[in-house]
């Protein structure tokens, strides 16, 4: 019988932990999409409703939105710079935990991927 070594407990460990902070973050874009999503579309893209269609794109729409309300870059790239200024701060708030939640759990998988790569778990 095989031990479990310490980095295989880590490993897993990082692994659930990202998968949990996933499940997390789609309650949260369902939460961003019943509640805000529409109105972003109307500021932002002019009432175009393409990202509250459903869930799928609105996980897409609001990474989107929330790199919009981070960088300047992404809003001149994206026609959006001026019209950011008519949301509301704690929206983009909301958007931006959002993006960093993602991208943290994102984060731990590959984390621990990488960790079993390197212990060949």
């Known amino acids: 019988m095989t031990e479990i070594t310490l980095a295989s407990k880590i490993s897993m460990f990082l692994i659930f932990t990202g998968c949990f902070g996933i499940f997390i973050w789609i309650g949260l874009v369902v939460y961003l999409k019943s509640k805000w999503l529409a109105y972003l579309e109307d500021v932002l893209d002019d009432g175009v409703r393409f990202y509250s269609l459903n869930i799928f794109f609105a996980g897409q729409g609001v990474l989107q ?4 309300f981070l960088w300047s870059f992404h809003a001149k790239r994206y026609g959006m710079f001026e019209k950011r200024t008519h949301v509301p701060q704690h ?3 909301l958007l931006i935990f959002s993006f960093c939640w993602f991208m943290s759990s994102i984060a731990l998988m590959v984390a621990s991927v990488i960790m079993s790569k390197i212990y060949n778990l």
């Open 91 to 93: 929206i983009q708030t």
């Open 65 to 68: 939105y929330a790199t919009v």
